[in-house]
């Protein structure tokens, strides 16, 4: 695949993307390379529109507990995609491993932890377990995902069982949320400082 491809020829780039599958296929199917699979899945996903092929290269999550892998077949077992059935367990069991691993999609992985957790899908008791949302959301939040900081700052604004209300925290998750580009979390920090909810009252602090 020597060369520059003109991506104007539609023969050309047909043969380019060809030659892509067979070079992802032999990484991942002859060379046993975790992230040449990762790659078909991408390839099969985003060049053929091949969802069943890709949700089988997907099985890199379970093979080789790939991080990036285990976010997209989590999001696959969440909309039933690829031929896969909708299953939430499953969808936080691949979740989990990418958020235990680390990697480019692990703080997104903790985030879906989070929602699931709170929305009582995915864990053995299918409850909400507000606790161990704040937790995954917690865990997203350090790595700068500013979703889970707003929901960590909702979590403290209302409280939830398990977890106590504190505007202090609130007003916290919000700022740091803000500070993410979060417009909605600009907004309740801006409220908070209006009403002086876990802060000293002041109209001069906006966002």
């Given amino acids: ?36 699979c990762h790659r078909l899945a991408d390839y099969l996903e985003g060049a053929k529109r091949n969802f069943e092929a890709a949700a089988k290269a997907l099985k890199n999550c379970e093979d080789n507990r790939h991080s990036e892998s285990c976010y997209k077949l989590g999001a696959h077992y969440i909309t039933g995609k690829g031929g896969l059935p909708a299953d939430f367990k499953r969808a936080y069991s691949c979740f989990l491993k990418s958020c235990e691993k680390g990697g480019k999609k692990s703080t997104e992985a903790c985030h879906n932890l989070g929602l699931l957790e709170g929305g009582g899908r995915g864990n053995d008791h299918q409850q909400p377990n507000a606790s161990l949302a704040r937790d995954y959301y917690s ?25 106590p209300k504190d505007m202090s925290r609130a007003l ?10 979060h417009i909605w979390a600009c907004a309740n920090a801006s409220r908070m400082y209006r009403l002086g909810d876990g802060v000293e009252k002041s109209d001069a602090e906006t966002y």
Wanted: hydrophobic share 35%.
């Fill in 139 to 163: 865990q997203a939040c350090d790595g700068g995902f500013a979703p889970s900081c707003f929901h960590l700052s909702a979590i403290y604004l209302q409280g939830a069982p398990g977890v």
């Fill in 172 to 181: 916290e998750y919000s700022l740091k949320a803000c500070d993410l580009r």
């Fill in 1 to 36: 695949m020597a060369g520059l491809v003109n991506f104007e020829d539609e023969e050309e780039v047909k043969e380019y993307l060809d030659n892509l599958g067979v070079e992802y296929s032999f990484q991942c199917y002859k060379e046993m390379d975790p992230d040449g």
